[in-house]
């Protein structure tokens, strides 16, 4: 059923992640000319492939796993990996950021909005398996009455 809670807590999940499209994790006064992520003055998912892939990848697993409703233990399995691709986005997008730190000089960059959306799709999804567990421990119970 799709009006279930965690169907609406994936949902947020998957919202938090696109989000990153509009929303950068950092941004500088000014463009730095020798940094491969401030080159524009913004630090954002569009600045590397590999995040955007991560990225991409984790918002649409957690939205396919809306879908998957009548199959929980797949539902519960898109999650994982979704939360999954979230961390190891969160940890690329930090070794990236401490890689160019050096070529940054004494600039230093402000936090965004940005920064806290992963983490926060984090909390959606592992919220989400929750509910998806309650409601496998519910049918479970209800098939021993049968």
Same mark, same amino acid.
Do not use: H, M, W
């Given at each position: 059923m799709?009006? =279930? &809670?965690q169907s609406i807590l994936l949902l947020l999940a998957?919202?938090?992640v696109f989000a990153l499209f509009k929303l950068p994790f950092g941004s500088s006064d000014s463009a730095i000319a020798a940094s491969?992520? !401030?080159n524009d003055g913004v630090f954002n998912i569009q600045d590397h492939v590999g995040?955007?892939?991560? /990225?991409?990848?984790?918002g649409a697993l957690a939205f396919i796993a809306i879908f998957l409703f009548n199959n929980r233990k797949t539902q519960l399995? *898109?999650? =994982? &990996?979704?939360? &999954?691709?979230n961390v190891i986005g969160i940890i690329f997008a930090v @070794? *990236? !950021?401490m890689q160019d730190s050096n070529a940054m000089g004494a600039a230093? $960059?402000?936090?965004?909005?940005? *920064?806290? *959306? $992963? @983490?926060l799709s984090i909390l959606f999804a592992a919220f989400a398996m929750r /509910? &998806?567990?309650?409601?496998e421990k519910l049918v479970k119970s209800m098939d021993r009455l049968r």
């Open positions: 799709i009006q =279930r &809670i998957a919202a938090a491969n992520l !401030f995040l955007l892939s991560l /990225f991409c990848g984790a399995t *898109l999650s =994982r &990996i979704s939360i &999954i691709a @070794v *990236l !950021f230093t $960059p402000n936090e965004e909005l940005g *920064l806290g *959306l $992963p @983490v /509910f &998806i567990n309650k409601d």
